[in-house]
């Protein structure tokens, strides 16, 4: 397949993404009255899409996926723990595929050694405290308000540095991935949202590279839906195998053909497309927190 197909491809599963998210937002899609297989069929496709989309922009999954599963009449709950492991399975797997198609080095490359570590080692304590303070909250709606405008933020400041900065510099600040590495999975162990696109955006402003940050983001989150996993069963949780399943099997599929399409998009275009993208799932976000 050629570079401008596959672009093409990319650009049209992005469209079809943004509507999918909008609709599900307003509430367009109802729960439906259907058999069981096709219910399976259904989430494997849905999860294989909304994979492809992460791992190929850093972002999207949970974001699409949760809402739209909500609308099905899917209660969360079943939803939740599911897309943790599926999130944990394909988070560890893209990062191996993105190291063999060329995207990123995890071996040798001292300054992704180091971003990994500055990222991941925090996010143990951003889960740990999202836990407890989620046992201990009633509301969502101010979290989800917090963290719409975080992510609102970022994605105007990439936006106004594609536009108005020439030559972005790429000097990497620890100080800002040790803050991010906290925030992002404090995010994600309070409301189950807002990694994707608050790591690999945060990821751009510290200095990392465009394909560098989309790779590491999924080896983050990985590990922070491990420990998020692990603090879930010891609080009793189970997991619904009838979602979790068909959810694993589809992400899977996507991981390699991501790292594919990741290898053949430049760097600039994937820059613009991940501001864009966040400031988008920003946006939905908070138009859901005022609705």
Not at 39 to 55: R, T
Not at 162 to 175: A, T
């Amino acid at each position: 397949m050629s570079k401008k197909a596959v672009i093409s491809i990319w650009l049209i599963c992005l469209l079809v993404a943004a509507a999918t998210a909008v609709l599900s937002v307003n509430n367009v899609f109802a729960p439906l009255d259907i058999p069981e297989w096709l219910i399976i069929i259904l989430l494997v496709v849905l999860s294989a899409f909304c994979e492809y989309i992460d791992s190929s922009l850093g972002m999207g999954y949970g974001t699409t996926l949760t809402p739209v599963l909500l609308t099905f009449g899917v209660v969360r709950i079943d939803i939740v723990p599911a897309i943790l492991l599926s999130e944990l399975l394909t988070g560890f797997f893209s990062g191996v595929a993105h190291h063999r198609e060329g995207n990123i080095d995890l071996l040798k490359n001292k300054s992704v050694r180091t971003t990994l570590y500055f990222l991941a080692l925090p996010s143990l304590a951003g889960v740990i405290i999202a836990t407890l303070l989620g046992t201990k909250l009633q509301s969502q709606n101010y979290i989800n308000l917090y963290i719409a405008i975080m992510i609102v933020c970022i994605g105007m400041y990439l936006i106004y540095s594609n536009f108005f900065v020439k030559k972005p510099k790429h000097s990497l600040s620890r100080i800002r991935l040790l803050l991010l590495g906290t925030v992002a999975a404090f995010n994600k162990g309070l409301s189950g949202g807002g990694y994707g696109p608050l790591m690999t955006g945060g990821q751009l402003t510290a200095g990392v590279k465009e394909k560098e940050a989309v790779a590491i983001t999924s080896v983050c989150e990985g590990f922070t839906c491990l420990v998020g996993l692990i603090a879930f069963f010891m609080l009793g949780g189970k997991l619904n195998l009838f979602y979790a399943i068909p959810l694993c099997l589809g992400s899977m599929l996507s991981v390699i053909p991501a790292a594919k399409t990741i290898k053949i998009l430049p760097e600039g275009m994937l820059r613009k497309t991940i501001g864009w993208a966040t400031l988008l799932l920003g946006l939905l976000v908070l138009y859901k927190y005022l609705n």
